[in-house]
C-alpha cells in the first residue's frame, strides 16, 4: 500500500451521469495530483494542487472539475462525459517531486 | 515530443537474465525517477537520482544518469517473473510546484 487511497475502483457511467472520483493520502503531503492514462498513451497530467490551491489546469475540458477540501483530501467531478474518456485515472501525491500512487478508478463512459 | 522517453517500448527476457531500459529527455531537470505499473494498477515509485549524481542502486536496480547526454538507464538484474510491468521513467523540472513529466514507458515482460 502507498498510503493513497482511491474510490470506487471501477466505474461504469453513461453520457449524462454525474459522478465523483474520491482519493485520500495519509502522507502528510502537500501536493496532490490527478493523471489520465489511456491506452498506448503517455501518462497525461490534469491537474495540480500544492497546499489545496489548483497550480495548474492541463488544458483538461470542463466536464472534468477537480475540488481540494484539505491537503489530505481531493475529487475529480464528472458530468457529461465521452466515451473516448474511458481510461485509468490515477491520483497522487507528492512531496519533493517523489510521487505516491493510488490504484487507480478503471472509468468506462457507455 | 515529450520530456522523457523510453527505450524500447517493449522487452521481453526469460527469466534470471538482466534487463536494460534506457530514457532520454530534453530539458534541464531537477532529478529523475523510475516508476513500475503493474497491469491496470497504480505507479509505484522505485529509485530517483538526483541531478548531481550519476549512479544509484536498490536491491536489484541500478540506475545510471548522464546529465550530458541527458539520458539514464535502468537495469534490473536477475530478474523474474513478477519484475513483469511498465517501467517509466519521469523528469523532475522546477516550477512553482515539484512538476514531473513522465515518459510513455518500456513493457517488460520477463518469461518464466
Known amino acids: 500500500e502507498t498510503g493513497v487511497t482511491q474510490t470506487p475502483r471501477h466505474l461504469v457511467m453513461g453520457m449524462t451521469n454525474k459522478k465523483s472520483l474520491k482519493c485520500e493520502q495519509h502522507?502528510?503531503?502537500?501536493?496532490m495530483y490527478w493523471y489520465k492514462q489511456s491506452a498506448k498513451k503517455p501518462l497525461e497530467l490534469m491537474f495540480v494542487?500544492?497546499?489545496?490551491?489548483?497550480?495548474e489546469n492541463n488544458s483538461v475540458p470542463s466536464r472534468f472539475s477537480p475540488e481540494c477540501p484539505n491537503s489530505s483530501h481531493l475529487f475529480l467531478h464528472l458530468h457529461t462525459l465521452q466515451p473516448e474518456d474511458s481510461a485509468l485515472y490515477l491520483c497522487?501525491?507528492?512531496?519533493?517531486?517523489?510521487?505516491?500512487f493510488g490504484p487507480g478508478t478503471r472509468l468506462t463512459v457507455t | 515530443s515529450q520530456q522523457g522517453e523510453e527505450d524500447p517500448q517493449a522487452l521481453s527476457i526469460q527469466e534470471g537474465e538482466n534487463a536494460t531500459m534506457n530514457c532520454s529527455y530534453k530539458?534541464?531537470?531537477?532529478?529523475l525517477q523510475w516508476y513500475r505499473q503493474n497491469s491496470g494498477r497504480g505507479l509505484v515509485h522505485l529509485i530517483l537520482?538526483?541531478?548531481?549524481?550519476r549512479e544509484k542502486h536498490s536491491g536489484r536496480l541500478r540506475v545510471t544518469l548522464d546529465t550530458s547526454k541527458k539520458s539514464s538507464s535502468l537495469l534490473i538484474t536477475a530478474s523474474r517473473a513478477a519484475d513483469t510491468a511498465s517501467y517509466f521513467c519521469?523528469?523532475?523540472?522546477?516550477?512553482?510546484?515539484?512538476?514531473?513529466?513522465f515518459g510513455p514507458g518500456t513493457s517488460l515482460s520477463v518469461i518464466p
Open positions: 497522487a501525491s507528492g512531496q519533493s517531486h517523489e510521487q505516491y
Open positions: 530539458t534541464s531537470i531537477n532529478n
Open positions: 537520482i538526483r541531478s548531481n549524481e
Open positions: 502522507l502528510g503531503h502537500n501536493a
Open positions: 519521469a523528469t523532475a523540472v522546477k516550477t512553482s510546484y515539484d512538476k514531473v513529466i
Open positions: 494542487y500544492n497546499f489545496k490551491e489548483q497550480t
